[in-house]
C-alpha cells in the first residue's frame, strides 16, 4: 500500500491495547491526566501507527548514557510499550474461525481484518497465526466467488423474482465482508461479468 492508500490510514488508525513497560513524564493526558506521568503498567489503547513505534523503541535509544546511573539505565532499557493482543485475534475469535470461519462477520470484529493482520505479523511473527487466516481467506473466497458469480449471471437474466432473492441474499452476505474481501467480491464480479460478455459475443 502506498503512503496516501485511504485503506492504509484507516488501517493504522485502529487501537491497540497497550501496557506501558516504565513510567513516563507528560504522557498522563493519555489517561484523561493531563500533566501528570503514565505509570508504569497502565494499560490504555492507542492507534497502531503510535503503538507499533513505541513497541520498537526503548527509553535508551539514540542517548549517550555516559554518566547515568546504572539503575536508571536498567529503569529504561525496556520497550517503552508491550502490545497486549488484540480482541480481533484473541482465542474466542480464534477457535470461532477454526469452527467455521465463512459463516463469520468479519466487519463486525474488525473492517480492516486482514490489513491489520499483515501488519500485526510483522512485529510477531506467528506462522500459526498466519496460517489459520490465509485458510480462512481460501475458504472464504470460495463463497465470495460463488456470490459473484451469481450476481453476474442474474443482473443479465429477466427472472426478477431469483434476480430479488439473489440481490437480499448477497446484501447480507456483503455486510460481513471486510474491506479487503469487498474488493475481492467486486473485482471477482467484474471478471464473471466480462467473461460472460466475451462468451455471449464471440
Known sequence: MSYYDLDDILTESIKFPCKFNSSIAG???????????????????LPFWLSKILAEETGTDGIDTTGIPQNSIEEFKDFYIELLQPPFF???????IKAGGETLDLHTICPYFYFILEK????????ELVDLFMELLRKRGVKISNYASS???LQASDQQPSKNYIHNNSQEFLLTLDEFEKKLYKTTQLSYKNMNKWLHNR
Open 120 to 127: 500485526w505479523s510483522t512485529i510477531y511473527n506467528s506462522d
Open 90 to 96: 484473541q482465542p474466542r475469535v480464534l477457535n470461532a
Open 27 to 45: 504522557l498522563g493526558f493519555l489517561e484523561g491526566n493531563p500533566g501528570k506521568p503514565i505509570a508504569k503498567n497502565s494499560k490504555i489503547e
Open 151 to 153: 450476481t453476474s449471471m
